[in-house]
T-cell receptor
């Protein structure tokens, strides 16, 4: 299996621009998570999906952030407009749970490093 | 609210030494606990997953234990090598209803193994 695939790996943009991060979870996994990591705050859960349905978006910092999962193999995290304080590494992760038939082990992608100037 | 603590925040040991990393959590009603490794500029790599019904898991030189009643887990690394240098994070999962999936991470222990 190719693992969780994220793109782009690096993104440098200017304040006010729209940023779209992409994620392909491991095939067959039923949970998908978006995390943000910074030195100051560590790992923060932004939002997660179960079977393509958003379950908890309480970690999304503000309305500038939005996430979608149109199908089981693709998700996007969008920031519009971007601000310098959004600079961080954004991770996507997936897990197979299926009502406890899976192990629930969490697998992470390599992350998308975002720099907003 | 679940809180996960990892102490120490950083640890430096000479090569070849056996070492223990600690993870404590406040709510013992967990489904599982997972240990990760993160190298600089990289994602998190899953090392070991312990289900709540298990007491330990082993993979090569790594052994993770779980004591739910005391809210503690340890990651034992035998015969440490410079390649083990990384940040180690633990995460505790609590299930709280249909579809929900509460996972809480510790802030990690940064391990340096000195040749």
């Amino acid at each position: 299996d190719a693992g969780v695939i994220q793109s782009p790996r690096h993104e440098v943009t200017e304040m006010g621009q729209e940023v779209t991060l992409r994620c392909k979870p491991i095939s067959g996994h039923d949970y998908l998570f978006w995390y943000r990591q910074t030195m100051m705050r560590g790992l923060e859960l932004l939002i997660y999906f179960n079977n393509n349905v958003p379950i908890d978006d309480s970690g999304m910092p503000e309305d500038r952030f939005s996430a979608k999962m149109p199908n089981a193999s693709f998700s996007t995290l969008k920031i519009q407009p971007s601000e310098p304080r959004d600079s961080a590494v954004y991770f996507c992760a997936s897990s197979l749970w299926q009502g406890a038939t899976g192990t629930g082990e969490l697998f992470f992608g390599e992350g998308s490093r975002l720099t907003v100037l | 609210k679940q809180e996960v603590t990892q102490i120490p925040a950083a640890l430096s040991v000479p090569e070849g030494e056996n070492l223990v990393l600690n993870c404590s959590f406040t709510d013992s009603a967990i489904y599982n606990l997972q240990w990760f490794r993160q190298d600089p500029g990289k994602g998190l790599t899953s090392l070991l997953l312990i289900q709540s019904s298990q007491r330990e898991q082993t993979s090569g030189r790594l052994n993770a234990s779980l004591d739910k009643s005391s809210g503690r887990s340890t990651l034992y690394i035998a015969a440490s090598q410079p390649g083990d240098s990384a940040t180690y994070l633990c995460a505790v999962r609590r299930h709280s209803g249909a579809g929900s999936y509460q996972l809480t991470f510790g802030k990690g222990t940064k391990l340096s193994v000195i040749p």
